[in-house]
């Protein structure tokens, strides 16, 4: 299966997995496994934002950093195009493959406070990238007062330790370190979910403002339906491993096609008291992903579920141009999304 791809896609992830083995009784054998990723395929067009979004557990941070090789993948394949127009399988890389990918490829963690070393400073923080990379001493002061000027960090912040600043400013050290190597995409996992909503705003304004500037490209995995919709461009919504519905931003939150996304809609709060969501709220507990259902996974949770998503598991299939959803009945639910 393939979903939107283009002559402008710069990473294709096809079939990903990542099976993680689970070991029991007195000689530790591996009796069976937690399916995080469960083959998920899916297209990443340069300059856009892709969000990956779902209920925690769903495995959205898993896969990103599998695509990072911070945890090994079980199977599949993740093409990177190169700024020289090469390709790179990001599975099957060397070891100096991997190194060319890293500088291509950054992260920005989801806590600020526990991603920053408190023994370093900030300068060394940021710089601690060019120098993995041989960056000349003569060049790398000159490029972490640049990048840390991007993210609004005035150079009197180099010498100083993490334990110094906010919530807010350990995040803009962390995007500095993200981009001190001018990456092309950044996975950027739950960057804003662990600081006040005031300071929320200011952060995701300076990733917008950042990708203009710098032509970057972001994988953005949130649980926030509010903050996807503000931040995105395409939409893939995922459920136990495994992508159900992917799609345009403005298609996906005003019609959605799996009623998963619906319950995630149904659950964003409307901030006037007159209005009541027309959504169909959740019940029940995410599968495990260990011992999933048969069939469908959502079909133990779905209101509309019928014999055959109890017994067949629906392909991802193309229900309009651009948008794409596993359930067999997509094409004949009538769903309601969000007021925007």
């Keep these: 299966m393939t979903t939107t791809s283009s002559k402008n896609s710069i990473l294709q992830v096809r079939d990903l997995r990542v099976h993680f083995p689970?070991?029991?009784?007195?000689?530790?054998?591996?009796?069976?496994?937690?399916?995080?990723?469960?083959?998920?395929s899916f297209d990443l067009n340069e300059?856009?934002?892709?969000?990956?979004?779902?209920?925690?557990?769903?495995?959205?941070?898993?896969?990103?950093?599998?695509?990072?090789?911070?945890?090994?993948?079980?199977?599949?394949?993740?093409?990177?195009?190169?700024?020289?127009?090469?390709?790179?399988?990001?599975?099957?890389?060397?070891?100096?493959?991997?190194?060319?990918?890293?500088q291509e490829m950054q992260l920005i963690f989801q806590?600020?406070?526990?991603?920053?070393?408190?023994?370093?400073?900030?300068?060394?923080?940021?710089?601690?990238?060019?120098?993995?990379?041989?960056?000349?001493?003569?060049?790398?002061?000159?490029?972490?007062?640049?990048?840390?000027?991007?993210?609004?960090?005035?150079?009197?912040?180099?010498?100083?330790?993490?334990?110094?600043?906010?919530?807010?400013?350990?995040?803009?050290i962390g995007i500095a370190r993200a981009l001190v190597l001018n990456p092309r995409i950044v996975i950027a996992d739950e960057p804003v979910s662990a600081l006040d909503v005031s300071v929320q705003a200011q952060i995701l304004n300076l990733m917008l403002d950042l990708q203009h500037e710098l032509d970057l490209t972001y994988l953005f995995i949130s649980h926030d339906l509010s903050v996807v919709q503000y931040m995105s461009h395409r939409v893939a919504v995922m459920y136990v491993g495994k992508i159900v519905e992917i799609g345009d931003n403005e298609e996906l939150f005003s019609q959605p096609k799996h009623p998963y996304t619906q319950a995630l809609l149904a659950s964003v709060p409307v901030a006037n008291p007159d209005i009541k969501s027309k959504g169909t709220r959740l019940a029940g507990e995410v599968a495990d992903p260990a011992n999933p259902p048969s069939g469908c996974y959502f079909h133990p949770r779905c209101p509309f579920a019928e014999e055959i998503c109890r017994s067949t598991e629906p392909e991802l299939k193309e229900i309009k141009p651009g948008q794409f959803a596993s359930c067999h009945f997509s094409e004949q639910l009538n769903l309601s999304g969000v007021q925007s």
Aim: with cysteine; proline share 4%.
């Design 47 to 102: 300059g856009e934002t892709l969000a990956l979004v779902g209920e925690s557990g769903c495995g959205k941070t898993t896969a990103g950093r599998a695509l990072m090789r911070a945890i090994p993948p079980t199977d599949g394949e993740v093409h990177f195009t190169m700024r020289d127009g090469s390709r790179i399988d990001a599975i099957e890389a060397t070891a100096e493959q991997q190194l060319d990918l890293r």
């Design 22 to 40: 689970i070991k029991s009784g007195l000689l530790r054998k591996t009796t069976n496994y937690v399916k995080a990723v469960d083959g998920i």
């Design 111 to 172: 806590d600020p406070f526990a991603s920053l070393n408190p023994r370093m400073t900030v300068f060394d923080i940021v710089a601690d990238p060019l120098r993995s990379n041989n960056v000349s001493k003569s060049e790398v002061e000159s490029i972490v007062r640049s990048i840390l000027g991007k993210v609004g960090l005035s150079e009197g912040y180099m010498s100083r330790y993490p334990h110094a600043f906010s919530g807010g400013q350990r995040q803009r």
